[in-house]
């Protein structure tokens, strides 16, 4: 195996094992996006349209990405993102990447769609982790899931604000995965051609989505879970509902899905310490705009009064240093990572981790820069990224400003009385 974790020199080189080792249900889960998926696809492409400025001749020795995320010392600022259905990628993969996320020295985010609970994960690692919170109309099950993260010593919440309903996923429904597997003749005949997966699947006993069932009430089996969570997203939530959140938590609070800028500002006045600019991977509302699209204006916005983040669409180190040039101050990968782990376990994870900071750090040395920190929009190529709605109106005056001192040789902000325009 470390011979062929030696050959994976880009995160699609994980993806490409994965798909071969991981039954296809499974799969296709973390490698799609909703209805046409165009806005699955763009968060990448529009990262890709975004050019570099190679520097050279420029000491590029003693070079570091280290960063904080709401305090806490990172390798690089990225995070694991909250993934569910993680431990049907790979036996206990909860597990297995929280560990490689502790070993590398970034966060790993839980998921209350998890296969490995709480205490699973709490009890298998030693850094506290960060817990992600779906609100349930349950409320009362809500509140356990909160004291059980405190109890677990996680040390931020995550509130995934963007699925009060589920965007409907195509190859999901083709594919027979919905909370429970569907046992079809065509996804028998895959999983009976995973022989590692199945014998992985085979040694544990977390097979099911432990973080509900036997704590939420009258949950007790797969059959009464999935009649449950078929009624559980709650649609009614609101701001509102994020304040009593922040007060029950009473810790560090991140407030993730966020695309607009009037959210941005008020998930900043209801106490969020972080904010993930986040269209759920493409998950969601097809036709959304990519996350790197949107994260200018949200900069703008709210960037000197919380740390503003970036998921959907990291794929990579150079991903990752395009976005921090353009405002973003920590980042969060599901797919990525999961791609790792699915192709190598844990080993993959790290693997995947391995191979984002080395392409970010060897980017940010031929951009002419040796420490992250120091990184700005001067690395990028002019007219190949995105610019804010407030910058876009002040080019426009720059433009006019000077087309007026050319057509009457005196600047415009000189004139007393008045403006021409």
Known sequence: MTHDLHKMTCIEDLRQVAQRKVPKMFFDYVDSGSWTE????????DFQAIKL???VLVDMDKRSLASKMIGQNTTMPLALAP???TGMICA???ILAARAAEKFGVPFTLSTMSICSIEDVAANTTTPFWFQLYVMRDREFMRNLIRRAKEAQCSALVLTADLQIMGQRHRDIKNGLSHVIRPTLPNLWDLARKPEWLMKMANTNRREFRNIVGHAKDVHDLHAFANWTAQQFDPTLSWTDVAEIKELWGGKLIIKGI???EDAEKAVQYGADAIVVSNHGGRQLDGALSSIRALPDIVSAVGSQTEVWLDSGIRSGQDMLKAWAL???GFMTGRAFLYGLGAFGGEGVLRALEIMYKEMDISMALTGHRHLQNV????LVKGTYPISEREQNETVEQKRRRIYEELYGWPRASLRFGTMW
């Open 38 to 45: 165009s806005t699955y696809r763009e968060n990448s492409s």
């Open 53 to 55: 400025r190679q520097k």
């Open 83 to 85: 993934t569910g259905f």
């Open 92 to 94: 206990d993969g909860e």
């Open 259 to 261: 695309l607009d800028p």
């Open 327 to 329: 405002g973003a101050r």
């Open 376 to 379: 700005g929009r001067d690395i």
